[in-house]
């Protein structure tokens, strides 16, 4: 059975030319009218940049807010590599400047934020104020003061003991001693420096080990005057033990659940959601104070591998248990590309630290849950097995909207009550899986391994993402193709398809060298183009369209970067690359566009073991790939090109002219 919500290749479908039914636009929730009833997605270790060019997905995916990963300047360790089982380096801060190697600048961020306003989501940064890097000698010289920090330098051996866990170096990093009004006022300048640069709110990392005023012997007044700063949302690291005292922090700050992670963990993994063992958040603390996960990024990456075992079906069935509830605030970790399933798989090497992360993250039916908690915001709750099944379990939001969780490994027939009104009901994760409730009685066919959200839609139109009042975008068509050239570009939102015109879409205006242009309304920005002279389609058929960038520049292998019609004539960079890779790939920066995605864009094989390809830009960085974790980068410093015209780079070095 097809689930039809997987709109973008329907779209693609259409465009070899068969049929497909749009239906009436309806209106979808993107974000929680209140972060507290929203979604928050962990974009672990992305860079700035990546996450500024995915907010048109993170937005359709329904997520009401972003969680970078610390931003502070931080120890560039094994010289600057970016596999991602370095990712622990930027917990591990020198100063706090913003800005580092794995992220990207204060200018990046800055620009993020004020592009994520834009979409409606909110920026919420990992601030890094219990400790600086284990590295003395790395920390910034006008911080290696030993007053700064705590004196007793013994490790923590007892984890259950106050003291050691607050006044004692977390695995031998420099603890802060913040209980000293400098470092506290240091801290409180570093908040409002990065609320100045747009963020929104803060996750305290290492929350437990900072004391409070009223630890005696040795308290501090560290968070009564940091959390000062103006922002809307913060939260601190507290990993429940019998010394992590969560309802004393919750007196300032947000807390998480982590125990309730292991709950749902330990659910997923007998495959038993009966609501006796899952309905507690085994926290004394108000659930409207509470963040939940299936899984934090310590939980995945440290050595430990406490839920690294997760599949990605047992996290999107346990994400639908978190996140269709009425209380907490569920943070969605995203797991780097292809990992997880088990303990080694961690980093598999698919992407890099500043890559986008496995596309889990907007899978439909974690979009499907997303949504319906935004649409379902301040309605009550009340969960039940149904079919009085342990493997069945039913999320009501009032009489409005019903998430089932179905952990059979077979398509199961559910007659059961329910406080859903009467009515029939479309799967929105399945739009030919339908569920009729009369008397307070549901019957339909759950799906195996899958979750059912059931929910009505108020029609009306789609809304606009709040930017300026056109779009443009540009094309290089391809030699071969005929003068006449079409754009089709389309929106998605949950199961309804918007287009601008239909197939083929609309004509574009040629400029100059094969370039062609097309303006259009704002609604479609972030949203999908594909390319046709009618005879031929880029992206081609089963494929989707590419994501829309304002004044980007396309050809047939995607994104090339931001297009300067001012320019157009002359910002061209041809670079032939020698290697005896096959294939191999160009991952490159064009002028102040965002980075392409990993692995990059394919070069075109030349004789004599070259790779040439060419991209509109006046200046270029960039690093090259075979695709298979291979990478040349210039001894990690990246090769860049600061003038259009032709390039060799051979033996690490760059010369101009041509092969």
């Known amino acids: 059975m097809i689930k039809l919500i ?42 700035f940049n990546t996450i500024k060019e995915k907010l048109p997905e993170i937005k359709n995916a329904g997520y009401s807010a972003v969680q970078t990963s610390p931003i502070q300047a931080c120890r560039i360790g094994n010289d600057g590599s970016l596999n991602f089982s370095n990712w622990y380096f930027h917990y591990q801060p020198t100063s706090y400047n913003i800005g580092n190697y794995q992220l990207g600048s204060e200018d990046e961020f800055k620009s993020l934020c004020a592009a994520a306003d834009n979409y409606g989501i909110k920026i919420i940064v990992d601030a890094v104020l219990n ?3 284990s590295d003395w000698y790395a920390i910034d010289s006008s911080l290696r003061n030993t007053n700064y920090y705590h004196t007793d330098y013994e490790s923590i051996s007892d984890w259950s003991n106050r003291y050691q866990l607050t006044q004692r170096a977390l695995l031998g990093l420099n603890d802060l001693n913040t209980q000293s009004s400098t470092i506290q006022q240091f801290s409180l300048n570093f908040l409002e420096h990065a609320i100045a ?105 440290n050595d430990e591998c406490v839920s690294s075992w997760l599949t990605n079906e047992q996290i999107k069935l346990s994400w639908a248990l978190i996140a269709a509830r009425s209380s907490t605030t569920p943070l969605f970790l995203s797991r780097p590309v292809g990992g997880g399933g088990s303990c080694s798989n961690r980093f598999p090497g698919y992407s890099r630290l500043g890559d986008e992360g ?15 908690r935004n649409a379902m915001e301040g309605e009550s709750e009340y969960l039940r097995n149904g079919n009085d099944s342990k493997r069945i379990l039913m999320i009501e939001r009032g009489t409005k909207g019903l998430v089932i969780i179905n952990l059979n490994y077979d398509d199961t027939y559910l007659n059961y009550k329910t406080n859903l009104a009467d009515g029939q009901y479309e799967n929105q994760t399945n739009d030919s899986n339908i569920f009729t409730v009369s008397n307070g009685t549901i019957t339909g066919t759950l799906l195996s391994r899958s979750v059912t959200v059931l929910y009505k839609k108020t029609s009306g139109t789609i809304p606009s993402t709040p930017t300026s009042t056109t779009t443009t975008i540009y094309f290089k068509k391809p ?6 050239i079409y754009s089709y570009i389309y929106s998605t939102r949950s199961s309804v398809v918007s287009e601008l015109a239909p197939w083929p879409g609309k004509a574009m205006t040629y400029i100059n060298n094969s370039v062609y242009s097309i303006s259009f309304n704002d609604d479609y920005n972030g949203a999908y183009v594909i390319f046709t002279d009618t005879n031929e389609q880029i992206p081609s058929s089963n494929q989707a369209g590419f994501t829309i960038t304002q004044n980007g520049l396309y050809d047939s292998n995607g994104y090339v970067g931001l297009y300067n019609e001012d320019s157009s004539s ?22 102040n566009s965002n980075w392409t995605t990993s692995p990059g864009v394919s070069m075109t094989s030349l004789n004599d073991d070259y790779y040439s390809i060419s991209i509109e830009a006046s200046k270029l960085t960039f690093v090259f790939t075979n695709g298979n974790g291979d990478w040349d980068n210039n001894n990690n410093n990246n090769y860049s090109i600061s003038s259009p015209g032709d390039y060799v780079v051979k033996n690490g070095q760059i010369t101009s002219g041509k092969i």
């Open 6 to 47: 997987k709109i973008k290749t329907l779209v693609a479908s259409v465009l070899a030319l068969s049929n497909l039914s749009f239906s009436k636009a309806e209106t979808v929730k993107y974000h929680a009218d209140s972060l507290q009833n929203g979604t928050i997605l962990h974009a672990f270790a992305w860079s």
């Open 131 to 133: 400790h600086m890097s």
């Open 358 to 372: 496995d596309a889990l993250y907007k899978d439909d039916e974690i979009a499907a849950v997303n949504l319906f």
């Open 570 to 591: 002359s910002a061209t960079i041809t670079i032939y690359y020698y290697t005896g890779w096959s294939p191999c790939y160009i991952h490159y920066q064009a002028d």
């Open 197 to 301: 640069d747009g963020a929104y709110g803060f996750r305290y990392d290492a929350a437990k080990h900072i004391e409070l005023p009223d630890d005696t012997g040795y308290a501090g007044n560290f968070w009564p005057t940091i959390i000062q700063n103006s922002a809307k949302f913060q939260y601190g690291e507290i990993l429940q033990d019998s010394a992590s005292r969560e309802k004393a922090y919750a007196n300032y700050i947000r807390i998480t659940a982590s125990q309730y992670g292991y709950t749902v963990r330990d659910a997923i993994s007998n495959n038993d959601f009966s609501v006796n063992k899952i309905l507690n958040y085994n926290v004394d603390v108000s659930s409207s104070k509470l963040i939940t996960w299936v899984e934090s990024h310590d939980t995945y990456a």
């Open 479 to 484: 030699s071969s193709w005929g003068s006449t």
